[in-house]
């Protein structure tokens, strides 16, 4: 198949904008007359300092980070943050107390990773629904005295998304934003921690971005492996070892999209767009059901499904043939997942929604 008949629904790693991949393209074999590719270059030289500098300077400016914050580009996935935070921000083996709220798969992996360092509380969680909702500020059990307080913002297996950021008094908040980051504008000084990893909506698989309060920084548990610990990477500006070069060049690039495309402002009214035009189709339809419920769902992963496991294999498999790759829900869900991150252009959501009509009128009595 060619580029131009694919829309790429994977939910990750995802699609990227082919004018980014058209540049890294050109550049692929001498960067700016270098006479190299980024990915062959010193990380200490100046033509890359030069790319590292300006894509965290991009980054800043996309979500306005105030000077209290760092912006670090690390590697590990967004994974090891599961175990970075605890162990950065519990400050004392088996000492520390932080409350979660566990509202999906990677909240659920968190939370049994953060258990191996100190106490949990969880502060809230969505399994008796499948986690099909996001719980309200109401609902959550909230310990004043807590180190931090941790939630991923976007659900990216179910499909819910919070739709308001905890007000949690001083407790300082860690938010996992790896699939709706850069989707809408955030408040980063409401927060102590936000991180990333990149292959959702912002660069290649291996680099995960964390955004974090410097005060929060240096108080490490004593055994923390010297590159898991922020003090460190804060002081080293992300270079303790050789970064993932060729990921931030590639962030950099997409940032440069995403100013064309009105910032991260800009990408809240497309992406509103976009998913409004698959739910409303959903909640009219006579054979489809969204799985999230309303007032919990994810602009980034919308899940549904018939509620007939054939016609939903017969609906990704006509799908793939139209080339609407990828519509295939996790394992742990069924049905079906669209990933519409940033980069998905609307006319693919529009095509997808065609195929839904056809699929619908073909597949109902
Ligand atoms: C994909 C994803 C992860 C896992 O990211 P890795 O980079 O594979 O470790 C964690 N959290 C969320 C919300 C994700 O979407």
Same mark, same amino acid.
């Given at each position: 198949?060619k580029?131009?008949e ?5 939910? #990750?790693?995802?699609v990227?904008?082919?004018?980014v991949?058209?540049?890294a393209?050109?550049?692929?074999l001498n960067?700016g007359?270098? #006479?190299?590719?980024?990915m062959e270059?010193s990380?200490r ?9 300006s ?5 800043k ?23 970075m ?12 107390? +932080?409350?979660?709220? %566990?509202? #999906?798969?990677?909240a659920?992996?968190a939370?049994k ?6 106490? %949990?509380?969880?502060? +809230?969680?969505?399994e008796?629904?499948?986690?099909t909702?996001?719980p309200k500020q109401?609902?959550?059990k ?7 307080f ?17 007000e949690?008094?001083n407790?300082p ?7 709706n980051?850069?989707? &809408?504008?955030?408040?980063v000084?409401k ?9 959702k909506?912002? +660069?290649?698989? @291996? ?10 920084a ?15 990477m ?7 070892n050789t970064?993932p070069?060729?990921?931030i060049?590639?962030?950099?690039l ?5 100013g ?8 809240? &009214? ?5 998913a409004?035009?698959l739910?409303?189709f ?7 059901k ?5 007032g919990?769902?994810s ?7 018939t509620?007939d ?7 990704c498999?006509?799908?793939s ?8 829900g996790?394992?742990?869900? @069924?049905?079906?997942? +669209?990933?519409?991150?940033n ?16 699929f619908? %009128?073909?597949?109902?009595v």
């Amino acid at each position: 198949m060619k580029r131009e008949e694919v829309f790429n629904f994977s939910a #990750g790693p995802s699609v990227l904008p082919t004018e980014v991949l058209e540049i890294a393209g050109k550049d692929i074999l001498n960067y700016g007359g270098s #006479g190299m590719s980024v990915m062959e270059m010193s990380h200490r030289s100046k033509v890359y300092l030069e790319i590292f500098e300006s894509t965290k300077s991009k980054m800043k400016s996309a979500l306005s980070i105030p000077d209290t914050h760092e912006v670090l580009f690390l590697q590990g996935g967004a994974s090891l943050q599961f175990s970075m935070i605890p162990m950065n921000l519990m400050h004392e083996l088996g000492k520390g107390k +932080a409350d979660y709220a %566990v509202t #999906g798969n990677f909240a659920t992996i968190a939370t049994k990773e953060a258990k191996k360092y100190g106490t %949990v509380n969880i502060a +809230a969680s969505s399994e008796d629904k499948n986690h099909t909702y996001i719980p309200k500020q109401s609902d959550l059990k909230l310990s004043p005295d807590a180190d931090y307080f941790y939630y991923c913002a976007n659900n990216t297996i179910y499909g819910t998304e919070w739709q308001y950021v905890p007000e949690t008094g001083n407790v300082p908040i860690c938010c996992d934003m790896s699939s709706n980051i850069l989707s &809408k504008p955030v408040d980063v000084s409401k927060y102590g921690i936000i991180f990333a990893g990149a292959q959702k909506n912002m +660069a290649p698989a @291996g680099l995960t971005v964390v955004i974090i309060d410097k005060s929060l920084a240096g108080k490490e548990m004593s055994c923390t492996p010297l590159m898991m610990s922020y003090q460190r990477m804060i002081e080293k500006d992300s270079m303790y070892n050789t970064p993932p070069c060729w990921n931030i060049y590639m962030l950099g690039l997409v940032l440069d999209w995403l100013g064309k495309q009105g910032g991260v402002e800009g990408m809240e &009214k497309i992406k509103k767009e976009k998913a409004a035009l698959l739910y409303d189709f959903l909640d009219n339809s006579k054979l489809f059901k969204a799985c999230a419920e309303p007032g919990s769902r994810s602009d980034m992963n919308i899940t549904f499904r018939t509620g007939d496991e054939e016609k939903d294999a017969g609906f990704c498999k006509g799908a793939s043939a139209k080339g609407l790759t990828n519509v295939k829900g996790h394992r742990n869900v @069924g049905g079906m997942r +669209a990933s519409i991150y940033n980069a998905m252009p609307i006319e693919g959501v529009r095509k997808l929604v065609e195929y839904m009509k056809e699929f619908e %009128v073909s597949n109902c009595v």
